[in-house]
Nanobody
Framework: QVHLVESGGGSVQAEGSLRLSCEVS????????MGWLRQAPGKEREGVAS???????TYAKSVKGRFTISKDDAKDILYLQMNNLKPEDTAMYYC???????????????????WGQGTQVTVSS
């Protein structure tokens, strides 16, 4: 089991930036695959980005070129730098971990076994 705590959400105008953080603790072994998911009101949870133990990243098409996922293994913190935000990025953002790891890592929600409570991001036009 792993404990994930997100922070850094807030309200921002379109074209603005935010950086989300996720503190990871309580694990018995490090997850090989970490990611960010999001869920807007009335919509299904969708994948945003993933990063594996080698630092290889994947992104949803809707955020590619605007968002950057990264991690600090020494501090056990996962980040999501979000630039050029759009109103359609408004959602609850969740940090996620895959504790089963079947040998592949990408941003699809079904890959992840654990996630945090989320942090709200609101982008106004």
């Amino acid at each position: 089991q792993v404990h994930l705590v997100e922070s850094g959400g807030g309200s921002v105008q379109a074209e603005g930036s935010l950086r989300l953080s996720c503190e990871v603790s309580g694990y018995t072994y490090k997850s090989e695959c970490m990611g960010w998911l999001r869920q807007a009101p009335g919509k299904e949870r969708e994948g945003v980005a993933s990063i594996d133990s080698d630092g290889t990243t994947t992104y949803a098409k809707s955020v590619k070129g605007r968002f950057t996922i990264s991690k600090d293994d020494a501090k056990d913190i996962l980040y999501l730098q979000m630039n050029n935000l759009k109103p359609e990025d408004t959602a609850m953002y969740y940090c996620a971990a895959d504790l089963k790891y079947a040998g592949f890592c990408d941003e699809r929600p079904e890959i992840f076994t654990d996630w945090g409570q989320g942090t709200q991001v609101t982008v106004s036009s």
